[in-house]
């Protein structure tokens, strides 16, 4: 059958591999400039993994590793992701260099470093030239970025979409239950 209609053939694995790829939960990918970032990233990690998100975590260099950079960015909407965290400090160009090759989100993440207590990094995020964006959440703010990778996965996503209003929830009943405790204290 596959030799006599070659054509066809592939033109329903073409539909069958769209179809899969539409139905199958997009990956976030977390990139690290260093492993030193590793301890300020665990949260998003975790997080991620508490939303039941598939992840790559990668150890990957704008300056070191340039080229392993643009390899990575630029296969990444193929390799099934939906959206690339990137976590780095100082100079930190690690997010908009992955911004460069690739039309998936990306969300920076600047991370706090002895020298100017994250205020390097983040600049070096937030003010990216005209065209190429990256979200960029607060000096290690490892557990936003994953909570915001989460909501752009769920515009695609029902069972994610509920997984985040149950989260909320949880959140807003952990600020009413604190609000109540404060009640009963005498100022
Ligand atoms: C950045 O420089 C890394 O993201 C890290 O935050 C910082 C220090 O890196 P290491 O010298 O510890 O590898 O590139």
Do not use: W
């Amino acid at each position: 059958c596959v030799s006599r209609y070659p054509d066809l053939f592939y033109r329903f694995l073409k539909i069958y591999l769209a179809l899969q790829e539409g139905f199958m939960s997009k990956k976030v990918a977390v990139i690290m400039g260093s492993d030193s970032d590793l301890d300020t990233m665990r949260p998003c990690i975790q997080r991620l993994k508490s939303f039941g998100i598939s992840t790559e975590v990668h150890i990957i260099s704008a300056h070191r590793t340039p080229a392993a950079a643009e390899r990575f960015a630029s296969q990444a909407r193929e390799n099934g992701f939906g959206a690339i965290i990137a976590a780095a400090g100082k100079a930190a160009h690690l997010a908009g260099v992955l911004a460069a090759y690739t039309t998936l989100p990306v969300i920076g993440v600047p991370i706090k470093t002895s020298m100017m207590g994250g205020l390097d990094a983040l600049l070096s995020m937030v003010q990216m030239p005209k065209g190429i964006p990256v979200a960029c959440v607060a000096v290690d703010g490892a557990d936003n970025a994953a909570i915001l990778s989460a909501q752009m996965l769920a515009l695609s996503d029902e069972a994610l979409s509920d997984r985040l209003v149950q989260f909320k929830a949880g959140m807003a009943a952990e600020v009413e239950a604190k609000d109540h405790k404060i009640q009963m204290e005498e100022f």
